[in-house]
């Protein structure tokens, strides 16, 4: 409800007097922040609706992105984080949105590649100047130019890499793209400490010891934690594991009220550093 609240008070300001930082063509223009970007009215509402759980601004700033970075964003999916990303660098920045490999061969990856390289064509006065790379660690895919990055950003993803067996190969690639002194972000979902590997890959969630373990053995020097992604009431503990929880609701209707009152999982945020 505040989350709510607060987008309609600051769409009400940008139709006031922010819209004066759009280009004459519809595009952001210079000097957006990361909180105008969150607040965008271009943003899809489904989008704004997860903002209660994922905290955009937050995060980002924990990361220390601005509108002047050089931003890779791994599998960026159906664009969550891109709304909000491509305005807010599309002036003064360079952002890469490394998606699924074109030639991959899991249908699934086809699909939301393709859909995502649909979105950016057919809404140009939000996606402008997204360059659409792609990342596969298994085929030594770079996402993005060697030593040239400032921000490696990566949401929801680690469980899938270790479900794979690539985990250390991403983390290695990760560094290979980023400039020294840039910032690897990672939000994942947080399983307890001792959770062994299988647990992790069975259920999606994650334990810190392990994303750091990954981070350091690449080279990246531990930077900091965030808990703004925080949820205390998920127990990481579900039938179908992190899927159990919104917005998948894999039991579908069974127990649905519980799993959506529970909300979004309950995720670390850490940051580390490429050393100098």
Known sequence: MLNQLYRRV???????AGMSVLAANGVWADNMTIEQAVANPLRTEANVS?????????????????????VVEIWPGRGWYTEILAPLLAENGTFYA????????????QKSRQAFEEMVKDKPELYKGVVVTE????????????AKVDHVLTFRNVHNWLKADTAEKAFAEFYQVLKPGGILGVVEHRAKPGTSLNDMVRSGYVTEEKVIELAEQAGFVFAGRSEV????????DHPKGVWTLPPTLRL???DRDKYTAIGESDRMTLKFRKPE
């Open 10 to 16: 600051t769409g009400c300001l940008w139709g006031v």
């Open 50 to 70: 997860r903002d209660s759980y994922r905290h955009p601004a937050e995060t980002l700033t924990f990361f220390e992105v601005t509108g002047d970075s050089t």
């Open 98 to 109: 490394a998606h699924f490999a074109k030639e991959t061969p899991v249908a699934y990856f």
């Open 135 to 146: 990342f596969e660690p298994a085929q030594d895919v770079l996402p993005g130019p060697v």
């Open 229 to 236: 992604n925080a949820n205390e009431k998920d127990s990481a």
């Open 252 to 254: 579908g209707d069974q």
